[in-house]
Nanobody, 116 residues
Framework: QVQLVESGGGLVQNGGSLRLSCLAS????????MGWYRQVPGKQRELVAL???????NYADSVKGRFTISRDNARNTVYLQMNSLKLEDTAVYYC??????????WGQGTQVTVSS
């Protein structure tokens, strides 16, 4: 059973930084890609950042230049460094790991709140 455990969320002021971590219960080389998504009430979950097996990254336009996704294979952990946070970044952030497009796993989510 694959488990993903997120941590690092919290309350931060506008313009501040946070680093989210996603610890996997298995070797992350098992996954073709890992990513971070976010969701606010009443809206669909949206992709924030993705990193594939080869290390190629992809970002939502709204976070390009501010967020960085990275992976530490030895620690089975994926990170999301979030800088210059804005009020509109407030959301529950979810870690995702995909073996195929049909076989994916989700963490429980971590709340990020940006205050003015």
């Amino acid at each position: 059973q694959v488990q993903l455990v997120e941590s690092g969320g919290g309350l931060v002021q506008n313009g501040g930084s946070l680093r989210l971590s996603c610890l996997a219960s298995v070797d992350i080389f098992e996954f073709s890609s890992m990513g971070w998504y976010r969701q606010v009430p009443g809206k669909q979950r949206e992709l924030v950042a993705l990193i594939n097996y080869g290390g190629t990254t992809n970002y939502a336009d709204s976070v390009k230049g501010r967020f960085t996704i990275s992976r530490d294979n030895a620690r089975n952990t994926v990170y999301l460094q979030m800088n210059s946070l804005k009020l509109e970044d407030t959301a529950v952030y979810y870690c995702n790991a995909a073996i195929t497009t049909r076989v994916t796993y989700w963490g429980q989510g971590t709340q990020v709140t940006v205050s003015s």
